[in-house]
């Protein structure tokens, strides 16, 4: 599958953010849809994960309570809510795709990756 992320800019701390990741190809529907995030210097890290159907969610502990992460499968179309932003959420951010909902903090387990959006928070 293919996947088109957007939505990144610059926000002050304390902001909002809604990313979205469209995907082209069949049997999205198929696929639990994550998010991570790279930060210079750093490595990329798990940010969040939503199941196939859309009932089971999960997130990473510094994303907790601030995050929402949403699909429309009609749509092809998985979001990434992001509320009261902190500069250390500065970073790019990657839509992925894989099967099940196992080790889903590891990035080698997921199949196919968007190109990327860049999210900026100035405090």
């Known amino acids: 599958v293919q996947l088109q992320a957007s939505g990144g800019g610059p926000v002050q701390a304390g902001g909002s953010l809604r990313l979205s990741c469209i995907a082209s190809?069949?049997?999205?529907?198929?696929?639990?849809m994550g998010w991570f995030r790279q930060a210079p210097g750093k490595e990329r890290e798990f940010v969040a994960l939503i199941s196939w159907s859309g009932g089971s969610t999960y997130y990473a502990d510094s994303v907790k309570g601030r995050f929402t992460i949403s699909r429309d499968n009609a749509k092809n179309t998985v979001y990434l809510q992001m509320n009261s932003l902190k500069s250390e959420d500065t970073a790019v951010y990657y839509c992925?795709?894989?099967?099940?909902?196992?080790?889903?903090?590891?990035?080698?387990?997921?199949?196919?990756w968007g190109q990327g959006t860049q999210v900026t928070v100035s405090s």
């Open positions: 190809g069949r049997f999205f529907s198929s696929y639990a």
């Open positions: 992925a795709a894989r099967y099940g909902t196992t080790n889903v903090e590891s990035p080698d387990d997921y199949l196919d």
